[in-house]
Every structure is written in structure tokens, then in C-alpha cells.
């Protein structure tokens, strides 16, 4: 196993979780790789860390998908980088994997949450 | 972009970058920002990133064009690696552009002769050649104008049918008289190959064959723009055909030279211009008969319906003017590109022959460059084990070794474009001068190219598929832990060496049988002999038919141009003829028996010539009984005929022919004489029946034969000089030795053996070389173990036995597989031979001998060298 197929093991685990939470973030406003990451960071309280391997491959794929479109743009700070902005495309996307997180989340907490009874008796 | 992706590509790469460079400046800008020194700050920046070029790479996987990079690396390493074994890959790139030029290039004539068959003519594939009677192998016009239009006016299955003539005229009226070749022909000539005219128009349907009509002209575009000076406003102008003014009317076309494939027509008018040949319009037999006809089918109509069609129409006709049409009459259709009339007969009997021999050379360097190729991975196999190790699956490496062996057919291919572009002009090389207006030669055109592109690729993939699927199979860790000298690559790829070069010889023994058979027969037609002298004749014709002249004023200069040449220095016998044999042409006519009742479906078609006195004198024909032709036997005078023995034992079998009569165009003519059988158009033919009859007779065209006591070639200025004594304007033309027209018969076994000669000369060359290589290559790995042997007392004898019986037991199955092959193979070249069989013995023992003898020596080199070598120095070296 390479170093490479680590990676991209990782981007497949994160992958639907991670594609949601971009377009989270760039529902926001557009912004750019560093900002997401450093957006992520703060809004979870230091918990989300996303690795810049999987982040650029994420931002690039989205961008494929028609999710997401990018433009090259001066930051603030004089800064070149490069902007994304979510679509409407996007916007629809988000919403229906919104839904599925939300179903995963209360399917895993049913699970999680029952008391197991008969295991202890 | 999408067109471009390796653009798109670079560009997107930059982007990356940059963004990936704002990132870190950002990261760095934020830390300098909290307090963070510079130089710590880039460093945390920096680490918490992580591994630039690999998040680089995993982002550019998602761009889908991850592949395109690759191959472009895969060919930037291929060159790399072909870089470092220039002569492998010189060598390599040598052969296989040698090889494939040799296919290209009888392609090339394949595609500009019967791929092309009537240069700018629509839908060729639709165009049928109509033929009457028997097949022939080189017909005569077969139908008469009545029974073309009723054909044309009655089937259901063409969609257009023409009829035309050619002959040589003299257009006169100019400074310059000038012999062209002139096509009559019916009015939908044009339509029906589908020709647009460049200037003015073509014939109209009521211009066909009205006898008032005005006489009009069309211009083929090159006479148009010699003669004429590409003059715009020629359209409307008179100019003079043979002493007669005419109107043209339009040009054609540049590409455009006429409707039989590789003959050119200089420019064309309609049947009967003058209204001079109304007998030839109205007749159905004999001199009438004198269309060659070429149909266009109607979409959907497959060639059998319209062939059916034709011969029901034919079958009418005959049942109404049966005595118009005795003998066969069934209706052949054949395609444009094997039409008999023109070049095309001759071109598909021995073309696509040609391109299957040449594909045997290109299988042959494939497998010699296979061996190469192999033995270069074997010496490559620690880097291969290296990169197998470092994680290269087994796909991987296979691709990049077959992109190698692709990279260099590349290489060939586009070297055998060079060479093509040059070769396939020299196809017109193989024909002498002749008395033929034949315009053909090989062509350069897309289909070539993609011929090239093809066989080069799958070349390429020949040659290192097989090698690189063998090497890729090396247990790396064994290949890298022990470099030790039993490992010549394995036992598999022994076997695969082997096999090549069992091949190799199996595929060269074939050539070189075809070659020798060619060879043999090209040497038969030389020795032969064709019944008349060739060495000491002149031949020169007079345009006095063409030019013009009446048939009084011909009369007289015929004999005054015999006197003059009787009296010239060096002339032992002058006579005339209208016709020369062996020069691929020849005159045919229905003779009957006086009181003769031909079968139904019998053909009693006789070949025949008009000659004058002393010609049989000139040429040393003997003759058998009666007499020979003299000045009495003139127009004045009863018809009279001398017949050949094949003739004679056909028409008279166990009778004496002298006296006898037989019937031509309807009228009698009387045997005086029987002369010995002669050749008339190549000595491997079947006999024909011939029938000479008297110039002063029956003459049409005008050649004068003159039998000269040196060589004749010194005597054409004085015999041209003569002639112009007597007129200054008579066109005299084709002035050339008799030895030298009569190349033409063997022009196609010329073309055979040399090519087949040349592609067997490369397949020897080849074969020899492979077998050495691999010998000399096997040999020098066990140089370990043949120092061993003779350590232990093994003689020096031994060990050249050892090598040699190695060689030997190769080139023994491949001289048997290939003996088995080749015998299969020579029955398809079985037609093409002359006094040799396709399986001669001699030829057969020669070639195997040949082979064997020449592999034997390059086994023995390797052999001997292993021999001289120091066992102490050959036991320390691995």
C-alpha cells in the first residue's frame, strides 16, 4: 500500500460527510480552500481537522459535478486565490445529502440509544 | 478545451499550484499574524499542509485525465529507454520501415490502378465492364453499336450504359502535327461516369449518332492546355481532326482521362462525327463490331440480376439476327478494378500476389524484431524486477514495454511514408516505351496512409506483445537476488527465442521459393523462343490512316516509302504490317469454313494480322506450303489469306488447306499459303488460330518492318529520314527495335520476379541474421558453463558440436514447417509460372539447401568463437 491509496481510502470514508460539508461552509459565502478548512476548524470547535488531501481532491470533483464553481479572485488581504461558490445544482445537493445525514444520524442513534436489556440480565 | 485536453492540462496543473501556494501563504500570513516568527511560521505552515506533491496528485486523479499524463510519461520513459540502445532500436526501426514500405508501396500501385480505376469518375464501385463470348484474358471490342443501344434502350438494371472507341489520330491544322488518342463515344459517356465538364458542355442525347449534325469536339484538359494553352474562350473555336474541322464544344476535367483503366484519352467525339461510318452505325457483325461498353447499375442491383438481365436481352437479339451472331454470346460483368479491357486484367492477376508475399516479409521482420526485442527485456530484467517491486503490476509494465515496441513502429511507419511517397512512383519504371498510351502509376492518397498507420501499429504490437508478456512474468525476487548465470532468462523465454526463429525461417523459405520460381520463369520467357527473329528488326508506323491522307494518296506513299527503304544502306528487308506481335494488343474476327455450320455457342474467333510481301522473309518465319503474299495481291486482285499450322489443323484437320476458303466479315477469302505457329502475344499462351492477310488488301494502320544488317537502333534516324523524304508532314512514331516491343509480353513476369526477388533477398537476410543473433546470444550465456565442460576434459569438437546441433535442430523444424507452408502457398502462383511447376523439385532442394547452408554458417560463427574460447577465462566470467 502506498502513501497515495492511504489518501484516497480516507477521501472515500469522508466522502459523502465531507462533500456536505463544504457546501455547508460554502452556503456561507463563496470562499477558498484555506478558508474552508479554517471555517470547518472554528465552527467545530477545533473537533473537524480536514486534510488538505482530501479537501483539494473534494473542491476539484465538486467542481466536476457542477456543485460547486470556481473563479480566481483577490482575498482581502491582496491575496490571490481561488473562490468557490456553490450552484444551484449544489444547493439541491446539499439539501438531499442533509436528509440522508440526518436519516443516518437518527438511524444510528435508534441503534445506539436502546437499552440492551437482555444482555445484561 | 476538450479538443486540446493536453493543454487544458498544463493550464489546470499552473492552477493548482497557485491555489495550493495562496493556500500556504494565507496559512503563513494567519500565523505571522498571531505572533509566530517567519521563519517558524512557514514551517508549521508547511507541515500542517502536508505532502504537496501528493495532494497534487490525488487532486489530479479526479480530473479524469490522470491516463493521458501517464501515457505521456510511459512514452517520455520509452524514448528514454530506446535512447539508451540506439542500435537496437536503429536496427529495429530499419527493418520494420523496410518492411512496411515494401507493403505500402505494392498498395500504393493496388490503389492507383485498381482502387482508381477511372480517375474522377463518381461511384466507380457501381461501373461494370461488359464483355460477349468467351472470357478472354485480353478481349477485342465486343459489341456492335445496334446491339449496345438495344441493350442500353431495354434493360431495367443500369442506370446508365456507354459504349466508346479509341484509336490514334493526328490533329493537324497546327504548326505541329500531333498524334493523340482520340475517343469515340456515345453521347451519355460523361453522364454516366458522372463527369462535370470544366468548360463549356459535354454531348447531347441527339448528337449521338445524326449523321448532319455538326461535328463537335471535347478536350481532355491536358491537350487542352499543351496544345491549346489552356486558351479560355476555346469553347466555340474549330479546330482540324486529321484534315477535318471541328467545333469543340467543351474540356473536361483534369483528373479525367477516360474510361479504360490505365489508357489515355486525349480527347473524345461522338460515334460517327462525320457521318462518313454509316455503315460501321447500322451493322451488327464484322468490322461493326467495335464498342468496348461499360455500365453503371442501378442502386440495390446486385451484378448477377444485371448480368441475367443482359444475357435475356442478349438472347433476343441473337434469336432475331442470328447470323449476326454466331458463336458465343453470353454476357460477362466484371468490376472496374479487374476489368479485362485496359490495365486491370493484368493488375489483378499479379498485384494483390505481390502484397501477400510483401505481408510475409512484414510477419518475418515482426518476429525478427520480436527477437530482438526479447533478448533486450531479458537483459533488462533487474530493472523490470525493480520496478515490479516498487509496485508496478503486471499490466503496467506490460503496457510500457508494448509502448516501446509501438513508439518505434511509429518511428517505421513514418519512415515508410517517406519512402513510399517516393516508391509508389516508381511503378511506371516496369513499363518499356511502347505504342500504348498507358497513363498509370501509384498513388499516395489517404487510404495508403491509413495502410501504413495500420500495419504499423499492429506491427508495433507483433513485435512486443508476445516479448513483453514473457518478461513481465520474472519472479522479481529471485531475478534480484541472484544475477548469477544460469538465468538466461528463464526456460519460457528459451522456448519463445526458439520458436521466433523457427518462425523466421518457416517464413522466409516461402519467399525465397517464390522468388525462385519467378526468377526460372522470367528465365524461360527470355530463352524461349517465339518463332520469329527480334533481333534484327526495325519497326517504325506511319500515321498515314490518322493523319488523314485519302486511300489513293496512301497507296502511293505506302510504295514509295517501300522503295526508299529497299534502297537504304543497311536494310536487307523491307515490308509492312499493321501489327506487332507480343505488345499486349492484338486483333481478333469470327472466320468460318466456306460451308462451314458452326455449334451453337461455338466461337471460331481467329486472331489476325495484315502483312505485306517478305514479311514472313523478315521476321524468318518459314513458310510451309504454297506461297508467300506479293505485290499482286491487291485490292484488285481476289481476297487471299495465309494461315498458321493451328489454324490450318483447326479449319482443315488431315486436309491440305491450300485452296480452302474461309469466311471473314461475310466474305471469302482463299488459302495460299501455311506458315509455321509464331507467338502472338507472350509465349506461355495457348495457341490461337492466326490468319494473315494482304496489306495491300486489307492494311489499316501502316508500320513498316525493315530486317537491318547491324544493330537497328542505328538505322531508326536514316529509316525516319526516308519517310519524311517523301512528306514532311506524315507522322512517324513508336520508332524502336522489335526486341524492345516485345518486352512488353513479360513486363508482368519482370515486375514479379524483381519484387519477389527483392522481398526474398531481404527475407534471407532477415532469417540469417535472426538465427545467428540467436545462436551467438544463447552461446555467449552458456559461456559459464562451456568453460565448466571443458574443464572436465570436453574436447574442442564437442563443444562446436554442442552449438551447431543447437542451430542446426532450430533451422531443421523451421525449414520443415516452412517446406509445408511454401507448398501450400506456390499453388496461387501457379498461373503466373512458365515452364517450371509450382512445386519444381530443383527449385524446391535448391531453396531448402540455400537456407539451410546459409543458417549452417551462422550457427557456426557463435559455434567456433565458444570453441577458441580459454576455459579458465570462460568459468571466471558470469
Not at chain 1, 484516497?8 to 474552508?36: A, C, F
Not at chain 2, 501509384?442 to 508476445?466: E, R, W
Not at chain 2, 489513293?552 to 514509295?560: A, F, N, P, T
Request: glycine share 8%; hydrophobic share 45%; proline share 5%.
Amino acid at each position: 500500500m502506498s502513501e497515495k491509496d492511504q489518501y484516497k481510502n480516507r477521501v472515500e470514508l469522508l466522502q459523502g460527510t465531507l462533500d456536505m460539508l463544504i457546501l455547508q461552509t460554502l452556503q456561507w459565502g463563496p470562499q477558498h480552500g484555506y478558508g474552508i478548512v479554517q471555517a470547518l476548524r472554528l465552527r467545530s470547535g477545533d473537533v473537524l481537522q480536514v486534510e488538505t488531501g482530501s479537501l483539494y481532491p473534494a473542491l476539484h470533483r465538486l467542481e466536476r459535478q457542477g456543485w460547486v464553481q470556481s473563479e480566481r479572485k483577490q482575498s482581502e488581504s491582496k491575496q490571490k486565490a481561488r473562490y468557490y461558490r456553490i450552484t444551484a445544482k449544489g444547493k439541491r445537493q446539499l439539501a438531499s445529502d442533509l436528509g440522508r445525514w440526518e436519516r443516518i444520524v437518527e438511524a444510528i442513534g435508534s441503534v445506539m440509544y436502546v437499552k440492551p436489556k437482555e444482555s445484561e440480565s | 478545451m476538450r479538443w486540446f485536453p493536453s493543454f487544458g492540462f498544463q493550464r489546470r496543473k499552473r492552477e493548482l499550484q497557485e491555489e495550493i501556494d495562496a493556500h500556504l501563504q494565507m496559512a503563513f500570513a494567519d500565523r505571522v499574524a498571531r505572533g509566530e516568527t517567519g521563519e517558524k511560521a512557514r514551517q508549521a505552515a508547511a507541515r500542517e499542509f502536508g505532502n504537496i506533491p501528493l495532494v497534487q496528485d490525488v487532486t489530479r486523479d479526479t480530473w479524469g485525465q490522470g491516463w493521458l499524463e501517464q501515457l505521456g510519461r510511459d512514452i517520455r520513459y520509452a524514448l528514454r529507454q530506446l535512447r539508451k540502445s540506439p542500435g537496437f532500436t536503429i536496427a529495429a526501426t530499419t527493418m520494420l520501415a523496410v518492411a512496411i514500405c515494401a507493403n505500402s508501396t505494392v498498395f500504393s500501385w493496388i490503389d492507383g490502378t485498381m482502387l482508381r480505376p477511372i480517375p474522377g469518375a463518381r461511384d466507380t464501385g457501381d461501373l461494370v465492364s461488359l464483355q460477349r463470348g468467351e472470357r478472354n484474358f485480353s478481349p477485342t471490342p465486343p459489341f456492335s453499336y445496334l446491339d449496345y443501344r438495344d441493350l442500353r434502350e431495354q434493360n431495367h438494371t443500369f442506370a446508365g450504359i456507354l459504349a466508346y472507341h479509341h484509336d490514334w489520330i493526328t490533329l493537324t491544322g497546327g504548326a505541329q502535327p500531333q498524334r493523340v488518342y482520340i475517343a469515340n463515344v456515345s453521347a451519355n459517356y460523361f453522364d454516366v461516369l458522372g463527369i462535370k465538364p470544366v468548360l463549356g458542355r459535354f454531348f447531347l442525347a441527339e448528337e449521338e449518332s445524326r449523321p448532319d449534325a455538326v461535328p463537335s469536339v471535347v478536350l481532355g484538359y491536358s491537350l487542352w492546355k499543351t496544345r491549346y494553352a489552356s486558351d479560355p474562350a476555346i469553347v466555340g473555336k474549330s479546330i482540324e481532326i486529321a484534315r477535318h474541322p471541328v467545333t469543340v464544344i467543351g474540356v473536361a476535367p483534369a483528373e479525367f482521362v477516360g474510361a479504360m483503366p490505365g489508357i489515355r484519352q486525349d480527347l473524345w467525339v461522338t460515334l460517327d462525327p462525320l457521318g462518313t461510318d454509316v455503315w460501321r452505325m447500322t451493322h451488327r457483325s464484322g468490322g461493326a463490331v467495335w464498342l468496348n461498353v461499360i455500365g453503371r447499375l442501378r442502386p440495390g442491383v446486385s451484378r448477377g440480376q444485371a448480368a441475367q438481365n443482359l444475357d435475356t436481352l442478349m438472347h433476343n437479339i441473337v434469336a432475331a439476327y442470328p447470323d449476326d451472331h454466331l458463336g458465343e454470346n453470353r454476357i460477362t460483368l466484371d468490376p472496374m478494378w479487374r476489368s479485362p479491357f485496359g490495365a486491370n486484367g493484368y493488375l489483378a492477376a499479379t498485384l494483390p500476389i505481390l502484397l501477400a508475399i510483401a505481408g510475409l516479409v512484414l510477419l518475418l521482420t515482426c518476429a525478427n524484431v520480436a527477437t530482438l526485442t526479447l533478448v533486450r527485456f531479458v537483459s533488462r530484467r533487474r530493472e523490470l524486477a525493480i520496478r515490479q517491486s516498487l509496485g508496478a503490476n503486471r499490466m503496467q509494465l506490460v503496457r510500457q514495454m508494448v509502448l516501446e515496441g509501438v513508439v518505434l513502429s511509429i518511428a517505421a511507419g513514418a519512415a515508410a511514408f517517406v519512402l513510399t511517397s517516393w516508391t509508389s512512383k516508381t511503378f511506371a519504371w516496369f513499363f518499356p516505351a511502347n505504342a500504348i498510351p498507358l497513363t498509370f502509376n501509384g498513388s499516395m492518397d489517404h487510404k495508403v496512409v491509413i495502410g501504413i498507420a495500420v500495419s504499423s501499429l499492429l506491427a508495433g504490437m507483433l513485435c512486443s506483445a508476445l516479448p513483453s508478456w514473457r518478461s513481465s512474468h520474472a519472479p522479481a525476487i529471485e531475478v534480484l537476488k541472484a544475477e548469477s548465470a544460469s538465468i538466461s532468462g528463464g526456460s519460457r523465454n528459451r522456448k519463445l527465442l526458439s520458436a521466433l526463429v523457427v518462425a523466421q525461417i518457416a517464413l522466409s523459405l516461402p519467399l525465397l521459393l517464390c522468388s525462385g520460381l519467378f526468377l526460372r520463369t522470367l528465365r524461360n520467357l527470355a530463352a524461349a523462343n517465339p518463332g520469329f527473329e527480334q533481333d534484327h528488326i526495325l519497326t517504325a508506323s506511319v500515321g498515314t490512316n490518322i493523319a488523314g491522307y485519302s486511300r489513293d494518296e496512301e497507296k502511293v506513299i505506302r510504295h514509295k516509302i517501300l522503295d526508299r527503304l529497299s534502297a537504304l544502306p543497311g536494310v536487307k528487308v523491307a515490308s509492312f504490317t499493321d501489327w506487332i506481335p507480343m505488345t499486349l494488343s492484338h486483333k481478333g474476327e469470327d472466320a468460318y469454313p466456306e460451308g462451314y455450320a458452326p455449334h451453337p455457342h461455338e466461337a471460331l474467333r481467329v486472331y489476325h494480322a495484315e502483312v505485306a510481301p517478305r514479311y514472313f522473309e523478315s521476321l524468318h518465319i518459314p513458310i510451309l506450303e504454297g506461297r508467300e503474299f506479293t505485290p499482286d495481291d491487291d485490292e484488285k486482285a481476289p481476297r487471299v489469306l495465309i494461315v498458321d499450322q493451328t489454324a490450318a489443323r483447326r479449319y482443315w484437320p488431315g486436309q491440305d488447306p491450300l485452296g480452302k476458303k474461309l469466311m471473314v466479315w461475310g466474305r471469302p477469302f482463299t488459302v495460299v499459303g501455311v506458315v509455321r505457329n509464331s507467338t502472338h502475344m507472350s509465349v506461355n499462351e495457348a495457341p490461337e488460330p492466326m490468319v494473315y492477310m494482304s496489306f495491300f488488301q486489307q492494311g489499316y494502320e501502316t508500320i513498316v518492318q525493315v530486317e537491318t544488317e547491324g544493330n537497328p537502333a542505328d538505322l531508326a534516324p536514316a529509316v525516319e529520314n526516308a519517310i519524311h523524304e517523301i512528306d514532311t508532314q506524315l507522322p512517324v512514331f513508336d520508332v524502336r527495335p522489335m526486341r524492345e516491343s516485345t518486352q512488353m509480353a513479360s513486363i508482368f513476369a519482370v515486375m514479379q520476379s524483381a519484387l519477389a526477388g527483392m522481398f526474398a533477398l531481404i527475407g534471407l537476410v532477415l532469417a540469417v541474421t535472426g538465427i545467428y543473433g540467436v545462436v551467438a546470444y544463447r552461446t555467449q550465456m552458456r559461456t559459464h558453463e562451456i568453460g565448466v565442460r571443458m574443464a572436465l576434459g570436453a574436447s574442442r569438437v564437442d563443444v562446436l558440436r554442442l552449438v551447431l546441433l543447437q542451430g542446426l535442430w532450430l533451422t531443421g523444424i523451421g525449414l520443415a514447417l516452412g517446406l509445408a507452408f511454401a507448398l501450400g502457398l506456390t499453388r496461387f502462383i501457379a498461373r503466373l509460372l512458365y515452364g517450371i511447376g509450382a512445386n519444381d523439385p530443383v527449385t524446391v532442394a535448391s531453396v531448402v539447401m540455400l537456407l539451410g547452408a546459409m543458417s549452417l554458417l551462422a550457427c557456426y560463427f557463435p559455434a567456433h568463437r565458444a570453441m577458441r574460447r580459454n576455459p579458465v577465462t570462460a568459468i571466471r566470467e558470469l
